[in-house]
């Protein structure tokens, strides 16, 4: 049980250069989420999926587009990148446990730098 | 925006002491709150959920929650070095599934 697994660990890209971050979770879980970590800021919600096929924008979505290609699966992507996207992003999935309430695990996270 | 708010330390023990950290949150709604610890260069890990009043015990680690004051806290007995990292505390958004996390709490342990 791998749990949330992400790629790439690390990136560097040139100003308006794209990627797209990949994230999969092997624990059935129905949300997903792609946080990103800045010093002094904390973590901040980009995106989340509550199931597949939809998805709901957090606190701070612009500059960025999700997929969620299937239950296992949620990608972040980059379509411009600028430096103030340099950051550490995590991705999460959650599913319910007794009781009703839900469980957030993370993924390692992906460093990513942006000249 | 509901807030989560933490004490922003860093806080710094001796070993063998206790460790106490704060989270107050402004959502009355929320129902259950998470600690997770952050070592430094990795990802949160979620090591105490809580969702009823009053103190909940997993080996060195009590959680305890006090809803009409809207505050949870975290304890670690015998503190070790082993526990220096960042403690973030994290609460529902509203009845959702989204979380909001505090700032964090440093801790460093010392031996």
């Known amino acids: 049980n791998a749990g949330v697994t992400q790629t790439p660990k690390f990136q560097v890209l040139k100003t308006g250069q794209s990627m797209t971050l990949q994230c999969a979770q092997d624990?059935?879980?129905?949300?997903m989420y792609w946080y990103r970590q800045d010093p002094g800021m904390g973590l901040r919600l980009i995106y989340y999926s509550a199931s597949e096929g939809t998805t709901d924008k957090g606190e701070v979505p612009n500059g960025y587009n999700v997929s969620r290609l299937n239950k296992r699966e949620f990608s972040l992507r980059l379509e411009s990148a600028a430096p103030s996207q340099t950051s550490v992003y995590f991705c999460?999935?959650?599913?319910?446990?007794?009781?009703?309430?839900?469980?957030?695990?993370f993924g390692p996270g992906t460093r990513l730098t942006v000249t | 925006q509901k807030e989560v708010e933490q004490n922003s330390g860093p806080l710094s023990v001796p070993e063998g002491a206790i460790a106490s950290l704060n989270c107050t949150y402004s959502?009355?709604?929320?129902?259950?709150f998470f600690w997770y610890r952050q070592y430094s260069g990795k990802s949160p890990e979620l090591i105490m959920s809580i969702y009823s009043n009053g103190d909940k015990e997993d080996g060195r680690f009590t959680a305890q929650l006090n809803k009409a004051s809207q505050y949870v806290s975290l304890l670690i007995r015998d503190s070790q070095p082993s526990d220096s990292a960042t403690y973030l505390c994290?609460?529902?958004?509203?009845?959702?599934?989204?979380?909001?996390f505090g700032k964090g709490t440093k801790l460093t342990v010392n031996p």
């Open positions: 624990m059935n879980h129905n949300s």
């Open positions: 959502d009355r709604v929320s129902q259950s």
């Open positions: 994290a609460a529902p958004q509203g009845g959702s599934e989204k979380l909001v």
């Open positions: 999460a999935s959650s599913g319910r446990i007794a009781g009703g309430f839900n469980e957030q695990y």
